[in-house]
């Protein structure tokens, strides 16, 4: 596809369960990120993948959150024990990987943890 | 660590005028970028327009344009003949421009509602 896609795109879950969120950056774009927004809010860092570089993850709130990246394809965030704070759109952003270049939002998942 | 504030949660402005969104930044670092970001409903995240700081001339797109005053840490966004479609929640960004300049940093946004 021509952007960034995202899946589910909403996805409730009980308090305790653990929940995937799957990420298809563009074609070519080496780097990936995760952002969180929180209703009404702006987006918070999650965590960076550039290629095979270490991924920056000062942006985990807690680790009950982990991500992974196969190679610069496909990302995946795993939320364990998910509790109600989860509760967020979670936004997948991907770039050709230079500090110059514009990151390319997905739509975001809506995960509502009830 | 760098902030980005937007001090104004919400704008209104009538279809064809001219609205001005504020944004305003602390950072101790000399070279960075800043950005305007929409989001409408579709929560799809779309950039709207970019500024280096090291350059002085003002970034324009179109009907928008911004103020970059480096000194006052200001960035504020134009929005020139206001169309219905304009209508979303704008996030003003920062970005570092070294070595750690992955991430984007984010202000709380601001709602702008046009009016027919």
């Known amino acids: 596809g021509a952007g960034v896609s995202q899946s589910p795109s909403n996805k409730v879950t009980e308090k305790g369960k653990d929940v995937e969120l799957r990420c298809d950056p563009i074609?070519?774009?080496?780097?990936l990120y995760w952002y969180r927004q929180r209703l009404g809010q702006g987006l918070e860092f999650l965590i960076y993948f550039q290629g095979n570089s270490a991924p920056d993850k000062s942006g985990l709130p807690s680790d009950r959150f982990s991500a992974e990246r196969t190679g610069e394809s496909v990302s995946t965030l795993t939320i364990q024990r998910t509790q109600q704070e989860d509760s967020a759109v979670y936004l997948c952003?991907?770039?050709?990987?230079?500090?110059?270049?514009?990151?390319?939002f997905g739509p975001g998942t809506r995960l509502t943890v009830l | 660590a760098q902030t980005v504030t937007q001090s104004q949660p919400e704008m209104s402005v009538q279809e064809a005028e001219t609205v001005t969104l504020s944004c305003t930044y602390d950072t101790s670092e000399s070279d960075y970028y800043l950005f305007w970001y929409k989001q409408p409903p579709s929560r799809q995240m779309i950039l709207v327009i970019r500024?280096?700081?090291?350059?002085?001339q003002n970034a324009t797109e179109n009907r928008f344009s911004v103020n970059f005053q480096k000194a006052a840490k200001s960035f504020s966004l134009k929005i020139s003949d206001s169309q219905l479609g304009d209508a979303a929640m704008y996030f003003c960004?920062?970005?570092?421009?070294?070595?750690?300049?992955?991430?984007?940093?984010f202000g709380a946004g601001t709602i702008l509602r046009v009016k027919s």
């Open positions: 952003a991907s770039s050709f990987g230079l500090v110059t270049d514009t990151q390319y």
């Open positions: 074609s070519g774009h080496t780097a």
């Open positions: 500024q280096e700081a090291y350059k002085q």
């Open positions: 960004a920062y970005r570092s421009a070294g070595a750690r300049g992955n991430k984007l940093v």
